[in-house]
């Protein structure tokens, strides 16, 4: 039976990626990539290209930011994936960082798997991880505890100490405001792993900046 393969590219350096990822995309026969942008542009792409065989079928969807819109285009998407499942070609979705944290490919599983097909999921370096690494930052140890929350989600911080905040583009002033008045230290990392990568712990600058692929690791004692 053919196969799914979700595939998590990492932050978006094409050296950031798991054999095992660079060995699925060589193998099969139809890649999907997802782009946030109506321009077409898909970073997951761009971030595989060179492992990519001559005369694999490449497609790139577009997944919009907006709620109600994402469940139908996830659909769309499903039924080109489930077409070409049905001819008996493996299929890659691709993903930056993992397939399982914050991304389109759980929306899109739910549609294969009420079809009953094959799915493997490849993990991926996720964007914090890499950040961790490019800023040299432990992120906890011990019994320290991790939360990682979308931006509109950092006024619900309470007693957490060490914080990772995604999806921070637009949300950029309240995130830094709710920071601060807690007494958090933070560094911002943006295009981690990419050309234009970023690093600012300071407050005007990471209002300048201002990145879609861009996150917060906060901490405080
Ligand atoms: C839809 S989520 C995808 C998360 C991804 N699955 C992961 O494991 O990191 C998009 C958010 O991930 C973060 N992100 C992804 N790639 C990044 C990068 N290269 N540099 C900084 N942040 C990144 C940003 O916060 C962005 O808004």
Do not use: W
């Given at each position: 039976?053919?196969?799914?393969?979700?595939?998590?590219?990492?932050p978006?350096?094409?050296?950031?990626?798991?054999?095992?990822?660079?060995?699925?995309?060589?193998?099969?026969?139809?890649?999907?990539?997802?782009?946030?942008?109506?321009?077409?542009?898909?970073?997951?792409?761009?971030?595989?290209?060179?492992?990519?065989?001559?005369?694999?079928?490449?497609?790139?969807?577009?997944?919009?930011?907006?709620?109600?819109?994402?469940?139908?285009?996830?659909?769309?998407?499903?039924?080109?994936?489930?077409?070409?499942?049905?001819?008996?070609?493996?299929?890659?979705?691709?993903?930056?960082?993992?397939?399982?944290?914050?991304?389109?490919?759980?929306?899109?599983?739910?549609?294969?798997?009420?079809?009953?097909?094959?799915?493997?999921?490849?993990?991926?370096i996720t964007s914090f991880c890499a950040a961790a690494s490019l800023v040299n930052k432990t992120l906890v140890v011990g019994?320290e505890k991790l939360v990682v929350?979308?931006?509109?989600?950092?006024?619900?911080?309470?007693?957490e100490k060490f914080v990772i905040i995604m999806?921070?583009?637009?949300?950029?002033?309240?995130?830094?405001?709710?920071l601060?008045?807690?007494?958090f230290d933070y560094v911002y990392a943006s295009?981690v792993g990419?050309?234009?990568e970023m690093v600012s712990t300071e407050?005007?600058?990471i209002?300048?900046?201002?990145?879609?692929?861009s996150l917060i690791i906060a901490s405080r004692n």
């Amino acid at each position: 039976m053919a196969t799914l393969y979700g595939i998590g590219v990492g932050p978006g350096d094409s050296e950031l990626l798991t054999v095992k990822a660079v060995r699925t995309i060589e193998k099969c026969q139809v890649i999907v990539a997802p782009c946030a942008t109506e321009d077409g542009e898909s970073i997951a792409l761009e971030t595989v290209r060179e492992y990519i065989k001559p005369g694999t079928e490449v497609i790139i969807k577009h997944f919009p930011m907006g709620k109600k819109d994402r469940v139908i285009k996830a659909l769309e998407a499903y039924e080109f994936i489930e077409c070409r499942l049905k001819e008996g070609k493996d299929v890659v979705f691709l993903t930056i960082g993992d397939p399982y944290v914050y991304s389109t490919y759980s929306h899109m599983l739910k549609h294969v798997r009420d079809c009953g097909f094959e799915v493997q999921t490849i993990p991926g370096i996720t964007s914090f991880c890499a950040a961790a690494s490019l800023v040299n930052k432990t992120l906890v140890v011990g019994d320290e505890k991790l939360v990682v929350m979308p931006a509109t989600k950092a006024c619900e911080i309470t007693d957490e100490k060490f914080v990772i905040i995604m999806k921070l583009y637009k949300h950029e002033e309240e995130v830094l405001d709710i920071l601060e008045e807690k007494g958090f230290d933070y560094v911002y990392a943006s295009r981690v792993g990419r050309e234009g990568e970023m690093v600012s712990t300071e407050r005007e600058e990471i209002l300048q900046l201002r990145d879609y692929m861009s996150l917060i690791i906060a901490s405080r004692n």
